[in-house]
């Protein structure tokens, strides 16, 4: 037996990501994209982030931020999260804080910690493709995360230990979410969490994009309903993945945990064993750069985001056929479209790429049982005003010819 | 049952790093540490990552450096990498190579490649603390892995059938392995390819330590031994594992792996789902670096740490009672010592830190049986010349007290 045979079995774990090969499509010269969700770089808070650099090579910093560092993360750095965090109703400390590279890794982490083979993961239909891609490499059985109250603890215990597993995490993005746009409001929080401790599961809150809010009232993050319930973060089941890959530099890699500390404890030996740390010149730059223009520039991003949110919906408005529906996100980078049933996201996009030049992701690429067939994603992240008139209306034409 | 109980048996599978307790003790006031195995920080090439991360964030280039990029790593980066293998016999492209964050990180996806719970891994009795620690995760069975021939093939895969699992890996560091300081010969290469071939597993070539030899002829790495066996990389069972935090720095998280393509791409997907990428601007900041003055760099290394050790092998000699013995390193930073039986390296650590302020880390700690109690790691990469003396001194008084 070859040496590939003997990882085939390993390999048929993972799921090459749709989106990734899609990527590749984007150089294509003229090209609209709505595809790729990635934040626009004109935006990146660049002349700041080359002083906090320097700051962090100059001679008296080097012995610190080129050496290896301890596995929990940069002291100041978590020091600065732990205030933002109370700011937004999680009281913690530094102890409840777990610096990762980026939180696709606090994903994965927590795939590791909770997920053995055949045990069951509550995510949404649909979900974020990358949550899928990391709890896939410890091959769990997905069941539909209801937020509709249609779905009872039962039922969900029944299907687990049917496949011989137990439930073990719930998974979602309540802000925002990616490829949704939308938010959970606070009944269908607190109904979450009714649900996950009658589960007795984890739960696991992506907070990428709670930051990019563009009009609305904020919803407290479910670990602050949770701490409100319970009066500490230490009785919470509630883990919270925060970025800064949204707000500040995706590049960097930078990201980080909230959860109660024997839960940061089991990820800190993890992260040990898996990567050291995560990079410590990196680590103290983000935290010059955050504990100076934070606000500031996230501001400034909301201000530029909520425009070309603003125009893509005016534009889906005036250029959609009957029969199309899409959300109105509060903020985020993302509007989903359900096309008329019958229709294919997939088909649909090798059309609009040939006939148009216009890209956007399938919907099926997001869905745990690759249902959603007549649904696509569209962001308006990296797109400016008249790429998303013209994108917008020439989608609309492959739609109607389709 | 609580959300800390669900997760405890998954604990379990990780050991706390006795390692990570130790350095905790190292900022006791006076205290000289043979303990780290760390580089000396007044090594770094400090000025050249400040000119090098002031490039890659100059504004033509922030939208690459601080973008999302590609899995597999940097271009740039990875063509220097290939080049740097051709010249020490490995010839490769750029599709052989996947830029990992240090080389713990490839550590850990070899494991979660090719280890299912019960399988074997075959790692040197005492080996790496960290590979063992990024394979426990995978819960494996480990076995001794024998370079001087008193194990054949039948009894190995004999001791994983007994157990239920087969032998899929074997790791090893073969210059100048952290701990012991021993390279092993190519003769030793020669017949650990014939035993893994007739294993038909993985064998993990751990590189941390190879560009600091300080005398003694070079020998070939095990892939270049394997490409030269079989013609090419294509074919070989041998994934070599790459580094810059021994040359570079440590902290900007930097590591490589070279093998044949099927493992990079099933790697590539691991990576991509477990953190996306390294950071983009830790990469570019790395190559431009590495493409101006890595040789000579590593040449200043190398002089200062063989001065280092040539002082730590003249202090040993003056000063070790009889029944003492040392390994003699050709490069890397550590030298191993075997007390005599009956002596406890890590009663003898509580000792030296207590009434002579000398710090090492007790051998037990790299072996997977957790035996060789009698032995203990020195590390001279960090102390001077006066440091080395008068600790090696001290030591020597401690174990002639004991």
Redesign the interface.
Known sequence: ????Q??AS??SR?T??EI?ELLKLLDKPGLISFAGG??D??L?P?QE??AA??RG???EQ????????I?EGYLPLREWIAGEMAKIGVPCTVDNILI???S??AL?YLG???L?PGDTALVGWPTYL?AL??F??YEPRYDQLSVSGNRTAASYVAGAEAEGGRV?LAYLSADFANPTGETLGQQGREALLDMTEEL???LIEDAAYQALRYDGEAVPPILATEIARRGSIEDC?TIYCGSF?KTL?????LGWVVA?K??IS?LV??K???????????QIAVHDVASRVFDSHVETIRTAYRQRRDVMLDALSAHMPDGVTWTRPEGGMFIWLTLPAGLNGADLLERSIDSVGVAFVPGSAFFADKSGENTIRLSFSCSDEAQINEGIMRLGQVIRGA
Not at 272 to 280: R, S, V
């Open positions: 037996m070859s040496l590939t003997s990882f390993r390999a993972m090459a990501s990734r990635i934040p770089p004109a990146f660049a982030f080359a650099f320097a090579l100059a001679p080097q012995a610190q931020s080129l050496q290896y560092s596995s990762t590279s980026g696709q890794q994965d590791k910690l909770f053995s990358g891609a990391a896939n490499a073990k007795e599961c984890a089941r890959s530099s995706p590049g960097l890699r109660a024997p839960v089991q030996l993890m040990q064993a898996a990567d050291l740390h995560t990079a410590t010149l990196n």
